[in-house]
């Protein structure tokens, strides 16, 4: 059982929508700890460590405002998912724990000219060919492959690398969060074993909670939104959810080794071992943030890579689907930005764990539970004004992995499914189990709480009529 450092009655209720653990609830705390939630999501976030794993957050040195999470809040390693947080750059820290081992694990949106009707039998095949060309699994490589050289170019230049060898088109690097790539990246800062981990692993999708979806324009909130973004209801889509791999699994944990050894040095004590960090500015600091950064880039040309395995898939069965880029958002990564702090514009570094950007205008794409549909929105002013322009990232966990495999037989959800019109394709029924629908959060309420805080509008909704899984 859970014990927990503070009380619900401890909480104080901003507004309907946010919920803040005040800076003098726990000791150690700098700033308040808050979170969005309606009401009837508190019992289910207050049954594990991650509001407590919000207070310590808020206990790092440099952190300014407050430590902030999302509705889709979860235990996590260090930072619970959903986190935000920001630092002054100049006596703030860095931590691995508030990114997470998969570094720019993020969703891509792929929109195609075709509608749902006028291919609905071709669906399974197009599933079918989709799984075959697009490698899944872990630990499992790409028939293509780069050389060192190669590698560091993409380390360098992220999506627009990609293009650059041949994958893709300009027009690709539009509709990207950062036009697909981090400047401040520096190949030189990630470990040989880095490296090594990455080199095969461009163009593949992983596993875990890692999908290719096909999707249908299933209903349209806001029609002069959806326009901007090219989507008609009934209207074919793909989504794309992945990272950077075991390059940025093991970049995380070689920096994590570093500032734990290196924090006593900057006289840096954490309530939790898991907030291993060291001063921004710190050379071990910005050896990760560059390091990161390149890991960033990594993942940014991965989703890219997958993007043209996509279209060669698409093009065998249906040559006319002329699949273009939506967005393409991250939401496990740090940042410097320009946000509004004791009344006057300053940069921070802004940390979200499993939290989407959520800038005004920009497209956040909010995937579902596996069968139960995603959204996609965009960010508000508001979000600007309250949450460092952050929003939800998904439905989030419920149940762990362990307790999902225990609940669900893989078979026996493949074929409800199936049987609701969702194409499957899968590597492991074991592995589709741990994704099953009952294992996350209702994907309507994290939506509807995010869009009722006014920190992100609703656009439309996306129907699943195919899943594609490691």
């Not at 009655?9 to 808050?34: F, Q, Y």
């Not at 490589?141 to 994958?167: H, P």
């Not at 324009?217 to 002069?224: A, H, I, P, T």
């Not at 996350?440 to 909704?461: S, W």
């Amino acid at each position: 059982m859970t014990v927990l450092l503070f009380r619900k009655s401890s909480l104080h209720r901003v507004n309907s929508c946010l919920w803040e653990i005040p800076a003098d609830t726990v000791k150690g705390m700098l700033v308040p700890a808050r979170f969005y939630a309606s009401e009837a999501m508190l019992d289910q976030i207050f049954a594990d460590r991650s509001l407590q794993q919000l207070v310590h957050v808020a206990m790092l040195p440099g952190i300014r405002k407050y430590a902030l999470a999302m509705p889709d809040i979860h235990e996590g390693y260090g930072f619970p998912i959903g986190g935000v947080a920001a630092f002054d750059p100049e006596e703030g820290v860095i931590s691995p724990g508030g990114i997470g081992y998969d570094i720019n694990c993020g969703v891509r949106l792929l929109r195609s000219g075709i509608f749902y009707d006028d291919i609905r039998e071709k669906i399974p095949l197009l599933a079918k060919e989709m799984y075959r060309n697009v490698p899944s699994g872990v630990g499992h490589g790409n028939r293509i492959t780069f050389s060192e050289k190669e590698l560091d170019v993409v380390l360098e230049n992220g999506a627009a690398g990609m293009v650059g060898f041949g994958y893709g088109n300009e027009d690709d690097l539009l509709n990207q969060e950062s036009d697909g790539r981090s400047v401040e990246a520096d190949p030189a800062a990630l470990s040989h074993k880095a490296k090594a981990r990455g080199m095969d692993q461009l163009g593949t999708l992983g596993a875990g909670n890692h999908f290719m979806e096909i999707d249908s324009v299933d209903d349209v909130y806001d029609r002069e939104a959806a326009g901007s973004l090219g989507l008609k209801k009934g209207q074919v889509v793909i989504q794309v959810h992945t990272g950077s791999r075991g390059l940025g699994h093991q970049t995380a944990s070689d920096y994590l080794k570093i500032m734990a050894a290196a924090m006593f040095r900057y006289d840096i004590r954490v309530p939790d071992r898991e907030l291993a960090c060291v001063p921004f500015r710190s050379k071990e600091g910005q050896d990760y943030f560059h390091a990161m950064s390149a890991a960033a880039n990594f993942a940014w040309a991965n989703r890219q890579l997958i993007t043209w395995e996509i279209r060669k898939s698409w093009e065998r069965i249906i040559p006319t689907a002329d699949l273009q880029v939506v967005y393409d958002v991250c939401h496990n990564i740090a940042k410097l930005e320009q946000h509004r702090d004791d009344g006057k514009q300053t940069t921070v570094l802004v940390h979200r764990k499993g939290a989407t950007r959520a800038f005004p205008g920009q497209p956040v794409i909010i995937p579902g539970s596996m069968g139960t549909g995603s959204f996609v929105l965009v960010g508000s002013e508001r979000s600007l004004a309250e949450s460092f322009g952050s929003c939800c990232h998904g439905a989030g966990r419920r149940m762990s992995r362990t307790r999902a495999k225990k609940t669900v037989y893989g078979e026996q959800l493949r074929k409800t499914l199936e049987a609701e019109g969702i194409s499957v394709q899968a590597g492991s029924m074991k592995g589709l189990a741990e994704e099953a629908p009952q294992a996350y959060k209702d994907i309507n309420d994290v939506v509807d709480t995010v869009a009722a805080a006014g920190i992100a509008t609703k656009v439309a909704f996306l129907k699943p009529v195919a899943v594609i899984k490691g």
